[in-house]
């Protein structure tokens, strides 16, 4: 079962740890991975999202939280301490990449439909062990040790073929490879 935003933002409004707890498996995957997209740095994204869920518990921004912006929110959140972290590096060598990923998600969320028929398309063109991994990670939202469970292969072989198929996604355009990754860790 999945876990909705609107249950999320109540237990979050009466301060309900759960609420923490259910946000953060929901969303904290592909937070970092969108957080990665402007910092190429995955162990910094994981460091910026952390610090983004502990300072919204702290300060209990959560209180008064649209469910059906949340998913936006959350992600501007992260565009927006990308930014400050980047700005603080090199403010003129970032801000044209942070502009076209601004892109990249308006065109994401107002041709979604479309998008989304071109990733399943691509994910079938996909060999057929890569492409089942990719199925269990990312459309069945399993974790790797049940898609390995599932396929009858090791983590490790899990990690390998998944590797393998998003770098093929990746490639097969650079604009679907960013909605490739807008698209499946959004809809965890």
């Known amino acids: 079962m999945r876990t909705t935003d609107k249950y999320i933002c109540e237990l979050l409004s009466t301060d309900n740890k759960q609420g923490m707890n259910l946000l953060f498996k929901k969303y904290f995957e592909s937070l970092v991975i969108w957080a990665d997209t402007f910092l190429n740095d995955m162990d910094q ?56 990923f601004d892109k990249v998600y308006e065109e994401f969320e107002s041709n979604k439909e479309e998008i989304v028929a071109k990733i399943l398309e691509e994910v079938e063109k996909l060999p057929e062990r890569g492409r089942e991994v990719v199925k269990c990670i990312y459309l069945k939202g399993m974790k790797y040790q049940e898609a390995a469970d599932e396929l009858n292969i090791s983590i490790q072989t899990v990690k390998t ?28």
Do not use: M
Request: glycine fraction near 2%.
């Open 45 to 100: 994204s994981q460091d910026l999202v952390q610090e983004l869920f502990v300072g919204i518990w702290r300060k209990k921004t959560y209180r008064n939280w649209n469910p059906d912006k949340l998913a936006s929110y959350l992600h501007v959140a992260v565009k927006n301490s990308c930014y400050n972290k980047l700005r603080k590096i090199d403010v003129l060598k970032n801000t044209t990449e942070i502009e076209s």
């Open 161 to 188: 073929h998944l590797v393998r198929s998003l770098k093929t996604l990746r490639a097969s355009s650079e604009k679907l490879g960013n909605f490739f990754l807008l698209y499946f860790f959004s809809e965890k």
